[in-house]
């Protein structure tokens, strides 16, 4: 399974329209507050304990700044990607909605757009809609490389994403090269410790165990696992994730017992975080 490295509409990157007429302080100040929340929970693998700050967020910033502004497009993105996350698909009139505001109130080549189609290639391609994601994603790439440079941790973003649909398709050869630049970009500007780190090299290794490149492989799985138990703590969910791709690596070549034992682990983790985060 690949690692998610989506866009959250973080409140860095609405800088592009903070020029906007603001309200009163106070109420900026309570939308800034809750969407802090939102990302900090997120990023935290807490989906379910974010989806009713989110909603709230969301209708702060409707009452606050009015249904088109930039702010609650940004809050329909969170919301959307908190549903997207769990696999609840009625993420996508959300997206869709987020993806207008912005076109309308930002112009059609602002990050904040890249970001929008992004996951909502991202939720189509989930759904086997390639065909659907391909032009989202390739537009996407576009905007970001011209707004913000070829090296910008957002245009290592777009490239994993892409890679992974093609990944998806069985599309080796395309994919490979646009793993490998999104890693050397993030290592490159965010540190090879961040987590971003991580979930790039764990994807770059499940293209190689797809290939059958085992040797190639697993110093990806080690590397990304221990990133990820130093970043965001041994019990996140990416870390399951990684778990289990690691193991099922280790299957393919006979080691069972240790695959046994980071499965082990992993579902453990599950576990865990099922009992924080009931089904709906």
């Known amino acids: 399974m690949v690692l998610r490295l ?5 409140l ?3 800088s592009f329209t903070l020029t906007l007429a603001l309200p009163l302080p106070a109420q900026q ?3 800034e507050a809750l969407n802090a929340q939102v990302t900090e929970l997120y990023q935290r693998g807490r989906y379910a304990e974010a989806v009713p700050v989110a909603q709230e967020a969301l209708r702060v910033a409707e ?4 249904p088109e502004h930039p702010f609650v497009a940004t809050a329909l993105n969170n919301l959307a990607l908190l549903y997207h996350e769990q696999g609840q698909y009625e993420a996508e009139p959300l997206y869709q909605r987020s993806l207008a505001i912005r076109e309308k109130a930002l112009g059609p080549d602002h990050p904040d757009v890249a970001q929008s189609l992004n996951n909502l290639a991202e939720l189509y391609r989930d759904q086997g809609k390639y065909a659907q994601a391909e032009p989202l994603y390739q537009r996407s790439l576009a905007i970001v490389e011209k707004a913000l440079g070829p090296e910008h941790p957002y245009v290592a973003t777009s490239l994993n994403n892409l890679a992974e649909l093609y990944h998806d398709q069985g599309q080796y050869a395309q994919a490979e090269p646009l793993y490998q630049r999104s890693l050397a970009i993030l290592e490159k500007a965010l540190g090879p410790e961040h987590p971003d780190v991580a979930q790039s090299l764990n994807n770059l290794a499940e293209l190689y165990r797809d290939q059958g490149k ?6 990806l799985y080690h590397r990304a696992l221990s990133i990820q138990e130093k970043a965001l703590g041994p019990e996140h969910p ?3 994730t990684t778990l ?4 099922a690596l280790l299957r393919k070549i006979n080691r069972e017992a240790e695959a046994e034992k980071l499965e082990g682990r992993a579902q453990a983790i599950r576990a865990k975080h099922t009992s924080k985060n009931p089904p709906n």
Do not use: K
């Open 238 to 240: 990416d870390v399951a």
């Open 29 to 31: 100040a309570r939308w």
């Open 63 to 66: 009452g606050t700044f009015g």
């Open 12 to 14: 860095a990157f609405l």
């Open 244 to 247: 289990e791709n690691y193991a």
């Open 214 to 219: 085992y040797a190639q492989a697993e110093p």
């Open 6 to 10: 989506r866009f959250l509409a973080l």
